[in-house]
């Protein structure tokens, strides 16, 4: 079975654009959340959804929204980017009742320079 | 909120020598906690979890028993091998998942 996948693994931006990263979960999870990952550091919490609807949210500005599709994909956006957005961006899925463990993507690497 | 405490690295160890880091945690409800890994590149891979107090997680040599009194959940292995150089994180879940910083473990040969 899949794990769970991230689009795209690589991406360059400038200061002040938009990205949108993408994520499908493994099949039959149907909780999904978001992490940012700076250089050294372990990874923060920025989102979570459950059944489409945002179930957590970190602290993180109002820059960063996310949101979740009916096939349980889900997308994180984040406008006006900065150089210290530069960082891994980690998706994990989870099955309800499974212990709250997660499974993590292999993340989506951005650089804002 | 939660939080999660690391001991701070980086670790170098030989290889077969014995592996502890130690982890504490504070959280206001009963928490989950894991270990995760993360190789070179790669993103965190599970390593082991427990979900309640006594329990021991173990997988590929790897222990660490949750213990609540002292709020610790550290991580042992009593032989290293070079392949488990690599950045291990402890975390706990309660409302949300939090992170420790990670513990860089090199191991030489």
């Known amino acids: 079975d899949a794990g769970v996948t991230q689009s795209p693994t690589h991406l360059i931006k400038t200061r002040g654009q938009h990205v949108t990263l993408r994520c499908s979960p493994i099949?039959?999870?149907?909780?999904v959340s978001w992490y940012q990952q700076v250089l050294g550091q372990g990874p923060q919490f920025i989102f979570q959804y459950y059944e489409k609807e945002e179930r957590g949210r970190g602290n993180f500005p109002d820059r960063f929204s996310a949101r979740q599709f009916p096939n349980y994909s889900s997308e994180l956006n984040v406008n006006a980017l900065l150089l210290g957005d530069s960082a891994l961006y980690l998706c994990?899925?989870?099955?309800?009742?499974?212990?709250?463990?997660?499974?993590f993507g292999e993340g989506s690497w951005l650089t804002v320079v | 909120g939660d939080s999660v405490t690391q001991m701070e690295g980086p670790v170098t160890l030989s290889e077969e020598a014995f592996l502890t880091i130690n982890c504490t945690y504070t959280a206001t409800g009963y928490p989950s906690l894991f270990w995760y890994v993360q190789y070179p590149g790669e993103g965190l891979q599970l390593l082991l979890k427990a979900t309640k107090a006594d329990d021991k997680g173990s997988n590929k040599g790897f222990e660490a028993t949750y213990r609540k009194e002292t709020t610790s959940f550290h991580l042992e292995k009593g032989s290293v091998q070079v392949s488990d150089s690599a950045v291990y994180f402890c975390?706990?879940?309660?409302?949300?998942?939090?992170f420790g910083a990670g513990t860089r473990l090199t191991v030489k040969p």
């Open positions: 994990a899925s989870s099955l309800v009742g499974e212990g709250n463990t997660i499974y």
């Open positions: 975390a706990v879940v309660d409302n949300d998942m939090r």
């Open positions: 099949s039959g999870h149907k909780s």
